[in-house]
Every structure is written in C-alpha cells, then in structure tokens.
C-alpha cells in the first residue's frame, strides 16, 4: 500500500520564479492538505482540497494555490516567489467520511529560493 | 485566536529515563489534539490521537497522553525512553470543523547514551 509521495524531493528556484509540488494521496484517499514548515517551526496549514475544491485555508497569500484532480492527487502552485518561501512543503491525505481526521503525511519537497 | 504551545524547544533525556513534553492549546472549544513525530528528513508520523472520552490515550512506540481540560494542556510521555526515539516532536490540534489542523513550533528531543 503506497503511502504520500510528493515530487521532486529538492528544488532551486529564483526569486520571482513560479513553482509546482505535487503530491499523490495515500490509497483510498481522498483529501488533501498542505502545509509549509520553515526551519526550525512547526508547519504551518496553507489549504486543504476535497472533492477537487479548496475548503479552507490558512494565513497565506494568493501567490499560493492548488489544484486537485479528479484522482484526488494535487498540487501546490506558488507564483513570485520570494526568498522566506524557502521551506519544505509537506502533503497530507485524510479520508473525510471517516471523520477520524487522521491525516497521513509524505516525507515532502524541499524548496530554496536563491 | 487558536494556537497550540509547546513551552520546551529542546529537551536531553538520558537513554532508559522517562520523558514528557509538554503542550497547550488555546481553544475556543476543546478541539481534536494530536502528537505527531518527525526524523531528520522525513514526514510527520502520528503517534497518538485524542477526540474524546478516557483522558489517557495511548499510541504507538510505548508513548501515551494525557488529556487535561482544566489547564487546556495534553502532555506527551514515555517510561523509558530509547535512542531510536530522537526526533522533533510537535503537538496539533484540529478544530471540530476538521479542516485546519494548527501545529505547536516543536520540541527536539536528545536521547544521551
């Protein structure tokens, strides 16, 4: 049973650059939340997606959106890219009818912003 | 506004001692608490949950938690703790609306030998 992946693992990018994560969902899955964990702090929520729509989201700009697709896998798009979006992104997948709230997290993508 | 507070930015316990980590949260309603667990260069595992009922829950790895209302705090321990068990620790808590989950800045724990 395959866990969360994100994609890519690392990334370099340059201040004002626009950049895609992606991430698949735990098998059977079907929402999917975003978060940004800079160093040394606890990650922060950006939003969460379900049923390919976004139901709620945290104190980030709209430089920041996401997508989800009808396989229920998603991605994380960040326009203008700033040198404090340097981070690593991390994806959790949840099943909402379950309402257990149990979110499966992936090991994440590392974004620096030179 | 909610927050979630984990007071120890870094604890050192020695191999085979008992360990706690603290956290509290700020809460309009008592919300979903969680502890999760992270390794250098990895995702989050979850360790344990609470939603409701019994105060004292327990997870995987030999931790458990306490659920404490009346000083809003829910403490992470371990009777013994292994070298395997340094990691950065951090203490959520989801709001009954199950949506946005809001995350403590984390404890590193050191396990010395």
């Known amino acids: 049973d395959a866990g969360v992946t994100q994609s890519p693992t690392h990334l370099i990018k340059t201040r004002g650059q626009q950049v895609t994560l992606r991430c698949s969902p735990k098998?059977?899955?079907?929402?999917v939340s975003w978060y940004q964990q800079a160093l040394g702090q606890g990650p922060q929520f950006i939003f969460q997606y379900y049923e390919e729509e976004e139901r709620q989201r945290g104190n980030f700009p709209d430089r920041f959106s996401g997508h989800q697709f009808p396989n229920y896998s998603s991605e994380l798009n960040v326009n203008a890219l700033l040198l404090g979006d340097s981070a690593l992104y991390l994806c959790?997948?949840?099943?909402?009818?379950?309402?257990?709230?149990?979110?499966?997290f992936g090991p994440g993508t590392r974004l620096t912003v030179t | 506004a909610q927050s979630v507070t984990q007071p120890d930015i870094h604890i050192t316990v020695s191999e085979g001692a008992s360990l706690e980590l603290r956290c509290n949260y700020s809460y309009g309603a008592t919300p979903y608490l969680f502890w999760y667990v992270q390794s250098p260069g990895q995702g989050l595992q979850l360790l344990l949950k609470?939603?409701?009922?019994?105060?004292l829950v327990q997870g995987i790895k030999g931790f458990e938690a306490e659920f404490k209302r009346s000083q809003s705090s829910f403490n992470l321990r371990k009777p013994s703790v292994h070298w395997s068990d340094a990691a950065e620790y951090f203490c959520a808590a989801l709001n009954t609306g199950g949506f946005k989950t809001i995350f403590g800045a984390g404890t590193r724990l050191f396990v010395k030998a």
């Open positions: 609470y939603f409701s009922g019994d105060t």
């Open positions: 098998s059977g899955h079907d929402t």
């Open positions: 959790a997948s949840s099943l909402k009818i379950l309402r257990s709230y149990e979110q499966y």
